[in-house]
């Protein structure tokens, strides 16, 4: 089974301050994804990845930054966090398509971040 | 651009009634789509894939087929258990693209 584990799992932070959620995944994948969940609400993706040293912006880059130095880690940083940066994170990975390969994703338990 | 839809926000039924989570979607490209579940303060977790036309896949009790001819792939169930109570997505991926697509999410309450 495809493994992706986030930390911290829950963090509480002040307004104005620097938050770094990071990824590690053990599953060879070259793609990786950060998404945000609202409450009871939908994947909203912020950055991405295909390769060690690129990033790529979603749907929803502002105030985020994301850094992908090795295949196995991508963390996603928040410089001045906000509160409406208030949310769960969930990073996930998955291979390419074709092959015996489905292309679907594999999800951390996510990391829930308040900011106060 | 691609889009998913998923036209129900909230699905609330009786234990042992049938269900259909609406999902469509939109590219021009090969699609690959798929179901993800997820339960309360867990992570989504894949249900369904598929990328084949006109081919049921199953799974726990879920099934599903993809329609390319009307963009379609409705998650069903023939009879819902307390557990399924859950969030549901339903996601796209074209065959050229490694962006994947969510809809908005059907939240699916299972009443006793």
């Known amino acids: 089974e495809a493994a992706v584990t986030q930390s911290p799992r829950s963090k509480v932070a002040v307004t104005g301050g620097k938050v770094t959620l990071s990824c590690h995944q053990t599953?060879?994948?070259?793609?990786m994804y950060w998404y945000r969940q609202d409450t009871g609400h939908g994947l909203r993706l912020i950055h991405y990845?295909?390769?060690?040293?690129?990033?790529e912006k979603g749907d929803i880059p502002d105030g985020y930054k994301a850094s992908r130095p090795s295949q196995e880690n991508f963390s996603l940083i928040l410089e001045l966090a906000s509160l409406s940066q208030t949310a769960v994170y969930f990073c996930?990975?998955?291979?390419?398509?074709?092959?015996?390969?489905?292309?679907?994703?594999?999800f951390g338990e996510g990391s829930k971040l308040t900011v106060l | 651009g691609d889009s998913v839809t998923q036209t129900e926000g909230l699905v609330t039924l009786t234990k042992g009634l049938p269900v259909m989570l609406n999902c469509t979607y939109q590219?021009?490209?090969?699609?690959?789509l798929f179901w993800y579940v997820q339960h309360l303060n867990e992570a989504p977790k894949l249900l369904l894939k598929?990328?084949?036309?006109?081919k049921r896949t199953e799974h726990q009790g879920f099934y599903a087929t993809l329609h390319k001819s009307s963009s379609s792939f409705h998650l069903q169930k023939s009879s819902v258990q307390l557990s399924d109570s859950a969030l549901y997505f339903c996601?796209?991926?074209?065959?050229?693209?490694?962006?994947?697509?969510f809809g908005d999410g059907t939240q699916l309450v299972v009443k006793p």
């Open positions: 996930a990975s998955s291979g390419p398509l074709g092959g015996r390969n489905t292309g679907q994703l594999y």
């Open positions: 599953n060879n994948h070259d793609y």
């Open positions: 990845s295909y390769v060690a040293d690129s990033t």
């Open positions: 590219t021009t490209y090969s699609p690959f």
């Open positions: 598929s990328s084949t036309d006109n």
């Open positions: 996601a796209l991926r074209r065959n050229n693209n490694n962006r994947i697509f």
